[in-house]
């Protein structure tokens, strides 16, 4: 089967610049996560969907930060306006019941 | 204190013995447990997961988990120079949440 697909790979932008990835999960899973993976720690969930709607966002500064998944397949996560310390890598994972996630390859972000 | 606590190394072990990897979780109701495996710059990749307490073993990997004590474990025998890489602890906790740890760096010295 297909992997989880994530774009860009690389990206670079100035503080204050937004920013938007995407992710296609793994057909058939319907539960997608993005988490934000800072140099030399382990990843830290920002959002998690059921389908198309939000389980859990409790960690995502939603100040800046927005994400969707409106047909309940692809979803696109968004940064605007970007601070420095938004800087790391944001995974995208998804799941099928019972099982643990499978990971993208992630995009890594650099705020300068 | 945090959900999942792993100690960050690094951890260096020769090649071909035993690298013993540990995690402990917060939340006693914590239902499922996993190991994965995260090379400099990549995806963190799945090893095994465990439910249920006692041993599970797959290949050369072995995942020990104590509910009572709240820890997890890896254990890698035979240890080799490509299983050097970050080693991430995930508890799933009540209400379908997942922690990771920070990860604990290992590296097999051939």
């Known amino acids: 089967e297909a992997g989880v697909a994530q774009s860009p790979r690389y990206k670079i932008i100035e503080k204050r610049q937004s920013v938007a990835f995407w992710c296609n999960p793994i057909s058939g899973h319907a539960t997608l996560y993005w988490y934000q993976q800072i140099l030399g720690q382990g990843p830290k969930l920002l959002i998690q969907?059921?389908?198309?709607?939000?389980?859990?966002d409790s960690q995502l500064p939603k100040d800046r930060f927005s994400a969707e998944r409106l047909k309940g397949v692809d979803s696109t996560l968004k940064i605007q306006p970007a601070k420095l310390e938004d800087s790391a890598v944001y995974l995208c994972a998804s799941r099928d019941f019972g099982d643990g996630y499978t990971f993208g390859s992630g995009t890594r972000l650099t705020v300068v | 204190q945090k959900e999942v606590e792993q100690n960050s190394g690094p951890l260096s072990v020769p090649e071909g013995a035993i690298a013993s990897l540990n995690c402990t979780y917060s939340d006693r109701g914590s239902q499922s447990f996993f190991w994965y495996r995260q090379y400099s710059g990549k995806s963190p990749e799945l090893i095994m997961f465990i439910y249920s307490n006692g041993d599970k073993e797959d290949g050369r990997f072995t995942a020990q988990l104590n509910k009572a004590s709240q820890y997890v474990s890896l254990l890698i025998r035979d240890s080799q120079p490509s299983d050097s890489a970050t080693y991430l602890c995930?508890?799933?906790?009540?209400?379908?949440?997942?922690?990771f740890g920070t990860g604990t760096s290992l590296t097999v010295i051939p």
């Open positions: 969907f059921q389908n198309n709607g939000v389980v859990d």
């Open positions: 995930a508890v799933n906790e009540r209400g379908n949440q997942f922690y």
